[in-house]
């Protein structure tokens, strides 16, 4: 087990921002894990699970707790017979998609351009493009705070949008750690693996066009709406109204709402926590007066 004090998680998260964790610890095998847990219960700490650092805003004065990496045996994808797979938390979830799509499977092949790791795509039920990587997931297993492995269906993970029941276990202070998970997928019927090449291709495209990949952001800052504000019923996208709120552009310290995407934030230079944790709140602040509707927040505040 690799530990670091006080380690920047500046270093470790997209933003490029973020004081130091207490223990940043790099887990490469089950036993290191637990004792990496076994670490943060000792000293009576709180711990989380990093996975890239793609949907995390690590506050200025840093974490005190036990911040967990995985590596190492939790980083393989494994196919016996080319549709089912087995995959390790800590696997790049675009490595995963494109796994796929050389199988000429289809259903995850758009996510290639997430940044995230396996974990975090099931943490928050990640999607993009009309896919979701619930839809082909068929079990998950995770460690509890006890130790003990827990195994559940897709069914018992109770998926949503943007969400899973890991969330629910970790708001409640039953947090699971996220080992694996296993999916099941049918040939592309009638497309070809160059077929889904260029379907990937075109989101990729699209991806670079209306994001601001080349600034340190966390993607998307806030969930689409299950439905519009009174006057745009069926307008459910949030960057919709944090543009027409006139938001594009605002500043707070190195901290602004992309002008390319209104639903990205994005690190201009010199950014604290501080800075984008205030534009969110501003940006919350003004599209709830001008459209009478609450966004809520997509990444994870530590």
């Given at each position: ?107 995850i ?91 990937l ?11 601001p ?18 006057d745009?019923?069926?307008?459910i ?14 500043r ?14 994005v ?36």
């Amino acid at each position: 087990m690799h530990v670091l004090e006080n380690e920047p998680m500046s270093k470790h998260t997209s933003f490029r921002v973020g004081g130091p964790a207490r223990y940043y610890v790099k887990a490469e095998s089950l036993a290191e894990l637990q004792e990496a847990l076994a670490l943060a219960r000792g000293e009576n700490l709180p711990h989380f699970i990093l996975g890239n650092g793609t949907n995390v805003l690590v506050s200025d004065e840093g974490y005190a707790g036990v911040i967990i990496t995985l590596a190492g045996e939790f980083s393989t994808i494994e196919s016996p017979d080319g549709r089912t797979y087995r995959v390790g938390a800590a696997s790049p979830l675009g490595k995963f998609a494109r796994a796929t799509l050389k199988q000429g499977l289809s259903g995850i092949h758009k996510l290639a351009g997430i940044p995230g790791t396996l974990g975090g795509a099931i943490y928050m039920n990640a999607g993009a493009y009309g896919q979701e990587i619930a839809q082909h997931c068929t079990q998950v297993t995770s460690l509890d705070s006890s130790g003990n492995m827990r195994a559940r269906t897709a069914g018992e993970c109770a998926f949503g949008y943007r969400h899973s029941l890991f969330q629910d276990l970790a708001r409640n202070g039953a947090a699971e750690t996220i080992l694996s998970a296993t999916f099941t997928f049918e040939p592309a019927g009638g497309k070809t693996v160059e077929g889904l090449e260029a379907e990937l291709a075109e989101c990729m495209a699209k991806r670079k066009a209306t994001q601001p990949l080349n600034m340190p952001n966390a993607g998307s800052t806030f969930k689409r709406f299950a439905k519009g504000a009174a006057d745009t019923p069926t307008q459910i996208a949030p960057g919709y109204y944090i543009e027409a709120a006139g938001l594009k552009g605002t500043r707070i310290g190195g901290a602004e709402v992309s002008t390319l995407h209104a639903n990205f934030i994005v690190n201009a230079g010199g950014a604290t926590a501080r800075d984008i944790a205030a534009l969110a709140e501003l940006v919350q602040q003004k599209v709830r007066d001008k459209f009478g509707i609450t966004l809520e927040r997509e990444i994870i505040l530590l």
